[in-house]
């Protein structure tokens, strides 16, 4: 399982971005699908989650400005970014739950996986 992730990009202050992310793979069944960031020198923090049933959720931070959603169909989680500021500058991380089937066990057994980040540079 892979989980590619693409849209980030330098913009100033005031504009906007759209992230994606897919998810690729011996795929069952995809759980939540999270963003994180993480900005230099500081500790990654989880931004946003969308469930497989729709229900969002965001850090104080983010809220308002910035949206989750995804298309089941692809596999696919995004993140709408407007109103951006200087310190939204990170890296930004996708994350999701996602079951596969392995040969020889009976059900699907579950992790959660990491895209390989991409930055998001904010400028004044």
């Known amino acids: 399982v892979q989980l590619q992730a693409s849209g980030g990009g330098l913009v100033q202050a005031g504009g906007s971005l759209r992230l994606s992310c897919a998810a690729s793979g011996n795929i069952f069944e995809v759980g939540d699908m999270d963003w994180f960031r993480q900005a230099p020198g500081k500790a990654r923090e989880l931004i946003a989650t969308?469930?497989?049933?729709?229900?969002?959720s965001y850090a104080d931070s983010v809220r308002g400005r910035f949206t989750i959603s995804r298309d089941n169909a692809r596999n696919t989680v995004y993140l709408q970014m407007t109103s951006l500021q200087p310190a939204d500058t990170a890296v930004y991380y996708c994350?999701?739950?996602?079951?596969?089937?392995?040969?020889?066990?009976?059900?699907?057994?579950?992790?959660?996986?990491w895209g390989q980040g991409t930055q998001v540079t904010v400028s004044s």
């Open positions: 969308v469930s497989a049933g729709g229900a969002t």
């Open positions: 994350h999701a739950h996602i079951s596969s089937l392995v040969p020889g066990i009976g059900k699907p057994q579950g992790r959660g996986y």
